[in-house]
């Protein structure tokens, strides 16, 4: 049986493999949308749309572009935007590199808990929820915002322990001192165990050596 150290260990290590999933389908599902919004905005201006029949709509249809001055620039801006958050925290997850966001992000740094990154997701979630999108990006913006809940929740559970618990390397070194440790009261025994052997056999020594002085 795992002590519940390894347990704690696996279910962090599980949640971090879930919140870099769930980025990565935010970062596909964000290209999808908006290869899809620069399609219906050509279709637009091409004269596939009757503007009459659009002009009354606030989106361009089959888009999420908001039907207004500049729309279509800030509904791409937005998309890329994601696709920037998701790409920094897929490596704030990875903790690469880690003297990176150590000293210019230092709320993703090693030195944080994983809260601030659970509000960053729960923001991105809810901008793509906030628009009408298809399956794939609908199920990913609720993954996402589900996992930064629960990203939240650890880190006001853990604090700023939570990345050195979690890591690979911290829990290798643990792992190693264990066994060091085991290994050291092995030798400690076997140690006591020969002295107190090599000290009967001392004494069985002496025993008749001292009888044949005496007669």
Not at 39 to 52: D, I, L, P
Not at 110 to 137: D, E, R, T, W, Y
Not at 166 to 177: G, M, P, Q, Y
Request: proline fraction near 3%.
């Amino acid at each position: 049986m795992l002590p519940a150290k390894a347990y704690v260990f696996i279910s962090l290590n599980a949640i971090r493999a879930l919140s870099i999933i769930a980025l990565l389908l935010v970062f596909s599902s964000s290209i999808l949308v908006m290869v899809d919004d620069i399609e219906a905005v050509n279709a637009f201006v091409n004269g596939g749309s009757n503007s009459n029949s659009t002009i009354n709509y606030a989106y361009i249809q089959n888009s999420t572009v908001p039907n207004q001055p500049a729309g279509v620039f800030w509904a791409v801006l937005n998309r890329l935007l994601i696709i920037v958050q998701t790409v920094v925290l897929i490596l704030s997850e990875l903790g690469w590199p880690a003297a990176f966001f150590d000293h210019y992000f230092p709320v993703l740094g090693s030195n944080f808990g994983v809260g601030a990154l659970g509000v960053m997701q729960c923001l991105i979630g809810a901008s793509v929820l906030s628009h009408f999108v298809k399956v794939f990006p609908l199920v990913s913006g609720f993954f996402l915002f589900s996992i930064g809940c629960l990203n939240i929740l650890i880190g006001l559970i853990f604090r700023e322990r939570v990345k050195s618990t979690r890591s690979i390397l911290s829990f290798r070194d643990k792992a190693e001192d264990v066994l060091s440790s085991i290994d050291n009261i092995k030798e400690t025994s076997f140690s006591k165990y020969r002295m107190d052997r090599d000290a009967e056999m001392g004494l069985n020594l002496k025993e008749p050596d001292a009888a044949h002085t005496f007669t």
